[in-house]
């Protein structure tokens, strides 16, 4: 720094800005080019939290109407009787039967939110080159597997709600029964 009457002026170092540009340019090259690589998976990852969603919903409804037509067979107290175990291991049990549609409820909007944002960049590009071609085919793929990736969290988040108070009614049922023997 050098002084003057007035304060400090600073003085910077001289970097020639080609190479700083360049830089630049290939960093964001580089990371456009690293996003777009993950939006096939996410994609596929996305349609099988779909199907996956669907399976679940499938599963739900059978065990619904089983239950309806008081046809329903606990799987929980089948492996209680085959394992046996305290309450806190069919807690465990519970928590692991659900995982998955806890996962993909929980997931599936990030996936989504992905599948969003990497379009959106090329989108973008295609504005500032007033193709509206370019723009339309991106926000497709955008909003697409944004709207699919909200429809398999709300069914997965929907069936894991139902689905656990279900399963903690039946492990009360086993602790009462437990309780009067």
Same mark, same amino acid.
């Given at each position: 720094?050098?002084?003057?009457?007035?304060?400090?002026?600073?003085?910077?170092?001289?970097?020639?800005?080609?190479?700083?540009?360049?830089?630049?340019?290939?960093?964001?090259?580089?990371?456009?080019?690293?996003?777009?690589?993950?939006?096939?998976?996410?994609?596929?990852?996305?349609?099988?939290?779909?199907?996956?969603?669907?399976?679940?919903?499938?599963?739900?409804?059978?065990?619904?109407?089983?239950?309806?037509?008081?046809?329903?067979?606990?799987?929980?107290?089948?492996?209680?009787?085959?394992?046996?175990?305290?309450?806190?291991?069919?807690?465990?049990?519970?928590?692991?039967?659900?995982?998955?549609?806890? %996962?993909?409820?929980? @997931? &599936?909007?990030? #996936?989504? +939110?992905? !599948?969003?944002? =990497?379009?959106?960049?090329?989108?973008?590009?295609?504005?500032?080159?007033?193709?509206?071609?370019?723009?339309?085919?991106?926000? %497709?793929?955008?909003? @697409? &597997?944004?709207? #699919?990736? +909200?429809? !398999?969290?709300? =069914?997965?988040?929907?069936?894991?709600?139902?689905?656990?108070?279900?399963?903690?009614?039946?492990?009360?049922?086993?602790?009462?029964?437990?309780?009067?023997?």
């Amino acid at each position: 720094m050098q002084g003057t009457s007035n304060g400090p002026i600073a003085v910077s170092p001289s970097f020639p800005k080609t190479n700083e540009k360049n830089l630049m340019s290939i960093l964001e090259s580089s990371l456009y080019e690293l996003t777009r690589v993950f939006l096939a998976p996410v994609l596929l990852l996305i349609l099988a939290a779909l199907a996956y969603a669907f399976l679940a919903l499938g599963s739900f409804v059978m065990e619904a109407w089983q239950r309806r037509a008081g046809r329903y067979r606990s799987a929980l107290a089948a492996h209680q009787r085959v394992h046996g175990g305290t309450s806190d291991d069919l807690e465990l049990w519970i928590m692991q039967r659900l995982e998955w549609l806890r %996962v993909t409820s929980r @997931s &599936a909007p990030m #996936l989504g +939110l992905v !599948a969003t944002m =990497i379009p959106m960049g090329p989108a973008l590009l295609a504005l500032t080159e007033s193709d509206a071609k370019g723009i339309g085919e991106n926000l %497709v793929i955008a909003f @697409s &597997a944004v709207i #699919l990736a +909200l429809i !398999a969290s709300s =069914i997965t988040f929907f069936v894991l709600t139902v689905r656990r108070r279900w399963l903690l009614q039946e492990l009360r049922a086993i602790e009462r029964m437990g309780e009067q023997n």
